[in-house]
Structure formats: C-alpha cells, structure tokens
C-alpha cells in the first residue's frame, strides 16, 4: 500500500527523535510529538535552533517554510492523524513493544512506523502486532538534520509497498536509505561502529592509548578517507593501478595475525569506566555539550560543502536538497500565480538574515545581498513558468547585467522582503528590478536591476522566449508596465521597453 506522506508524529524526542523532529520540521512538515520528559520542549527547541544554524550554513537555497511543532499530552494525540510515525525511545524491547502496541491501538492501519533502533531486528519489534508487516527499523546516526544515512530494514513480513514508499519519503527529505537485504542484529554500520569501539576498549585497558589518542588516529588519519570514499573504495585505491585484488593479496594474509580482539571485549570494571570518563573530561571536559555539538555541526557542514563542490558521496545528496529547497520556496509562487494582482509590485520571496551572512561589522555581507536578489530573480522565472521541464527542453534565462544600491545595513536576524517589477520585455530580453525591504515599516535597504537574456543552451546563443514563458510575460506585461518606473532604475542598466 502506497500513500502520500504529510502528517508525522515522532515518538520520542531525545538526541536521536529531536533530529529526526529537527529534519522534518525544516523540510516543511508538521510533526505532533509526544515526550512525556518533563524538559521535552526545552531539549526538542535546542536540537531545532543547531539544526536551523548548520543549515543556514550548509545550503544556498532559501529555507522552506518550517513546518508546525505540534507537542502532544497522549501518544493516542500524536499518532491520530499520522501518515509516518518514527519512535525514538530508549533501547529496551519491552518498552518498545509495549509502544507499538499503543500506536497499534491509534493509529490509521496504513501509517509507516519506523524505529530508530540501533540493534533490534524488525521481526521482533513486529512481534505480537496485528499489522506487523507496516513496523520497520528506520535506524539514522547523530545528528539526524546533518547525516544522511539511514538504514531501512524490512523482515520477512514487511509489505514490499509500505518499505518503497518509506524509502521515497526519506530520499525526499534529503536521507540517503540504505535498505538493508537481510535483518540482522545491529544492521550495518552499528556493526562496523562496533568492531572500532571493541578495539578502543582493549587500547585503553592494556594502557596502550588515551580516549584523545584513539580520537587523534580517527579525525587525522582514516576518518578523512572514510569521510568521502568508505572502507572498500579506499582499500582499492591502496590496490594502486592494480585495484582491490591487488590489494587482497598483499594484505589478504594479515587477517589471520593475532592483531585484533574482536572476539573479546574487555571487563567493563569501575576501574576502567573511570578511566575512561576521566580522559574524556579531560579531553573535552571544557566544553559544554551544546558547545560541542555546534563544533561538530561546523565541522560536518564544512566536509559536506567540499563534497558538496566535488558532487561526491553525502555532498551530491546536499546539493539536490539545495534544489528541492530551491522548489520549495517558488512552488508558492506557482500555486498562487492566479491570485497576483499585476498592477501593482509583486511579492515573491523572503529571507531572514543568518548569522554568518554577515562582515566584520556584523551586517550583511556584500555577495549575500546578490544570492537574494538572485533568489528573487528565480522566484520571478518560477512564476512566469521556467521550471525543470522548460530547463530540459533545452532553454534558459541568463543574468547578464546587474546593478546594486546598497542602501541602509542589515544586521543579522533580519527578515526581508523582496518587491518585485517588471520595467520591460521583448521578444529575448527581460528586465526586472526588485525592492529589499527590511522589518515591519517595509524600510528599503537595498535595490537591484537585472537585465536577463532567453537562449538556447544547446547552441548557446539567444532566442525568442518559448511558452509559456512568452505568453506568461504578455500577460503580465501591460499591467506592469503601467506602474511608475522607480526613480533609481536605468542608472545602471539600458533601457528597453
């Protein structure tokens, strides 16, 4: 059974369900949510401001509008209505049984019910339920909003359909799904997190290395690699030009010394657990949580825009959010193309000012100004109806003059507004100009003129606007062209009619 998703409830609001409410939440869903933690709404608005600060630095796109944090005093409240229910309660079956039971007893009988769990199979969270086959293992990693994977696994009894359409959904929400083939008691890469952990434990109770050591030999060493190419990409390319099977026979024979400890874990005594807390304190002992969480964050956006500007691994997954952010913002000016009055300026495009947009005098920085300008500007092209398919039929808009009045400063936490008019148009050319405009007395602190040009990208050369683009713009065109030309426009630019 297939459906479309709109509604989610999130059972569980910890580290792990306030990442997932945080992905969500800012890919434009309403979540209801019941935490009977008594700091739930404090630790769930936390999780959510990090997560709104890293995505402001991540993407380009301007952000969707945030979906509704729905808090809810009843599990029954929160599943009512749900299209997708992701539960993110402690690591204990009983208790996760006893919940399913529960969302069971209230939910629709199509809603998807994915588990964070880090090691249970989905056969037995599916124990005992009338409808087991909807129950699967949605398993992501720390922090949700940031890191995309995320391990679906279906059983025996899972509906191929329900598991597809899981899939989707969190392919929209910018997750990479990696549907596990067979169920298996820590999925993957708990397993793989596993071995890693195991040998850490024996290096810290033989004296061998320090928990910062340990770290020091990750972040500096084979983290970077596994950060963008993973375990058996990387082990090919030290198979040098002869690849993996080169390498399996160089190093093939090591895996049968006494190196590791896999098979063994050491006591976990008082005398160990202290050694551990105590060279984690000193680590990072000076940091509060909160303060890491925002390093790590930095630092994960950092990777990701390298990948990113490489189109490699988890950063090719970034920059098709940046364009589904990107729909997102214009899909409303498509939808409410009908209710736009012509005569008067249009308004088509928002901002807030984040943080780190602005300069050392912590106002805006001057490309910012141009990457909203240029974002009302598609908004623009949006309406008049450049969308995928237009772009794939090989046509185009390029900018090809600009002009900027940089008028007042915007500090951040801003909210803009940008007004949008058409001064002229003919059969190639286009020229718009736009307003920005700060706070609730609409206070003007920066213009921009832009003279576009239509051309065909297969023969890079200009043409005629095609449809609807051109009838688009006709229609549009006497209405807007009868409104007072802004004093400020034609200094920069030629004027056409």
């Not at 950060?227 to 895996?255: C, D, I, K, N």
């Not at 006494?258 to 050491?266: I, N, S």
């Amino acid at each position: 059974m297939s459906h479309t998703i709109k509604k989610i409830a999130a059972i569980g609001g910890g580290v792990i369900g306030g990442g997932w409410i945080a992905r969500f939440i800012l890919n434009g869903y309403d979540v209801s949510i019941f935490d009977p933690h008594p700091q739930a709404k404090r630790i769930i608005g936390e999780v959510l401001d990090g997560a709104e600060r890293a995505y402001g630095k991540l993407f380009q796109a301007p952000p969707c509008k945030k979906g509704k944090l729905i808090f809810c005093d009843s599990l029954a409240e929160a599943v009512a209505d749900a299209d997708y229910i992701q539960e993110s309660v402690p690591e204990r079956l009983e208790l996760k049984t006893g919940i399913y039971a529960q969302i069971e007893a209230h939910a629709r009988p199509d809603a998807l019910i994915g588990s964070s769990t880090s090691g249970f199979k989905p056969s037995q969270l599916q124990e005992g339920l009338a409808h087991p086959e909807r129950v699967f293992v949605a398993h992501p990693f720390n922090p949700v909003y940031l890191l995309p994977l995320v391990e679906i696994v279906p059983s025996d009894v899972s509906d191929k359909a329900m598991i597809e359409n899981a899939r989707a959904f969190l392919e929209e929400v910018g997750m990479k799904a990696l549907v596990v083939r067979k169920e298996i008691d820590a999925h993957i890469a708990d397993r793989l997190l596993e071995a890693v952990w195991r040998e850490g434990l024996w290096l810290i109770n033989d004296g061998i290395a320090t928990t910062e050591e340990i770290d020091d030999a990750i972040r500096y060493g084979f983290g970077l690699r596994w950060a963008q190419m993973g375990l058996f990409e990387t082990y090919r390319v030290a198979g040098g030009e002869a690849g993996m099977r080169h390498f399996m026979a160089q190093f093939g024979p090591a895996l049968k010394w006494p190196w590791t400890k896999l098979m063994d874990v050491p006591e976990l005594t008082d005398e160990l657990i202290d050694t551990i807390a105590s060279q984690s304190d000193a680590q990072s002992g000076h940091m509060s949580v909160r303060e890491l969480e925002r390093a790590r964050d930095d630092n994960l956006v950092g990777i990701l825009l390298a990948l990113k500007g490489n189109d490699w691994g988890a950063g090719a997954l970034v920059a098709e959010m940046d364009k589904r952010f990107y729909e997102k913002a214009h899909d409303g000016v498509r939808t409410e193309e009908g209710a736009l009055d012509f005569a008067k300026p249009l308004d088509l495009h928002t901002a807030r000012v984040a943080p780190d947009w602005t300069d050392y005098n912590g106002h805006m920085t001057e490309h910012r100004y141009l990457q909203v300008f240029g974002d009302a500007t598609d908004a623009f092209l949006a309406l008049i109806g450049m969308d995928k398919a237009y772009l794939a039929g090989g046509h185009s808009v390029y900018t090809v003059e600009t002009y900027i009045r940089y008028l007042d400063d915007v500090p951040a936490g801003t909210d803009l507004r940008l007004r949008t008019q058409m001064l002229g148009c003919d059969e190639k050319r286009l020229r718009i100009c736009h307003e920005m405009l700060s706070g609730e007395d609409d206070h003007v602190v920066a213009t921009a003129e832009h003279m576009l040009l239509h051309v065909d990208t297969n023969a890079s050369r200009a043409c005629p606007f095609g449809s609807p683009l051109k009838e688009k713009l006709g229609a549009m065109k006497d209405a807007q062209m009868a409104l007072p030309v802004p004093d400020h426009a034609g200094k920069g630019i030629r004027v056409i009619g």
